[in-house]
């Protein structure tokens, strides 16, 4: 990933943002020593912006597309009041083993329910509604985790999407590969629905945060 945000800004938006947990710390410098693709964890930034988007909605149940090594999950289950639960989705073995060790290690973790299998497949067996649904895994069904997640989502509640400016690739015409063209196919797709209204927020890669039209 492309950093779109000079690093000494960065620096200085995450000084000046609520402090990283002691267990996301940990659990970020194993996955950054460890585990490929280490640059997907949202990192402390980011975390920092979701824990306030958590508490902003008054989120109790949240959903999760893509754990990966666990942050993200961490960052909502301490955002989260005593009874709230985070529904976190994932397909690969190897970073949920790394998350469930650290989950296990903090009490927040009794938050965290992990599904895995493809995230569509677990989305359809849901019934009940999310305050938070956030997208985080492949972007070739960014649409349809999009479609889906509004049929789930609290009246009040939000969506947010990441990597919606996909290291500035989603500037390039003809889009030069499907991850790219899906994405630009989202933030189309979004930006004229009736139903939804939305911002593009320049986090990191770029989050979209997308709400009922009212
Ligand atoms: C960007 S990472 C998630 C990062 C995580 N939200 C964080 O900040 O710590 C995307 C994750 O989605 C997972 N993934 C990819 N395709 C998936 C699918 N169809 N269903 C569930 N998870 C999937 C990948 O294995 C990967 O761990």
Redesign the pocket.
């Known amino acids: 990933m492309e950093r779109l945000v000079p690093a000494e800004i960065e620096a200085y938006a995450e000084t000046h943002s609520m402090p990283e947990s002691p267990v996301c710390r940990a659990l970020r410098e194993e996955?950054q020593r460890t585990m490929d693709?280490a640059q997907?964890?949202?990192?402390p930034l980011?975390?920092a912006f979701l824990k306030m988007m958590t508490q902003l909605v008054g989120a109790t149940r949240v959903l999760?597309?893509?754990?990966?090594?666990?942050?993200?999950?961490l960052?909502f289950a301490e955002a989260l009041p005593e009874d709230g639960r985070v529904i976190?989705?994932?397909?690969?073995e190897q970073?949920a083993a790394l998350a469930r060790h650290y989950i296990a290690q903090t009490p927040v973790g009794k938050k965290i329910s992990i599904r895995m299998?493809?995230?569509?497949d677990?989305m359809r067996t849901f019934t009940g509604s999310f305050d938070l649904i956030?997208i985080?895994?492949?972007k070739t069904?960014y649409l349809n985790y999009f479609r889906r997640s509004l049929d789930l989502l609290a009246p009040n509640g939000v969506i947010l999407i990441?990597?919606v400016l996909w290291s500035g690739e989603v500037l390039k015409q003809p889009p030069p590969d499907e991850s790219t063209a899906a994405i630009q196919e989202l933030n189309r797709t979004v930006a004229n629905d009736p139903r939804v209204t939305a911002v593009l927020v320049t986090i990191r890669d770029g989050i979209l945060v997308v709400r009922r039209a009212r």
């Open positions: 996955t693709y997907m964890l949202v990192g980011e975390g999760e597309i893509g754990m990966f090594t666990g942050y993200s999950a960052c976190t989705c994932e397909i690969n970073s299998g493809p995230a569509l677990t956030f985080d895994a492949d069904n990441d990597n």
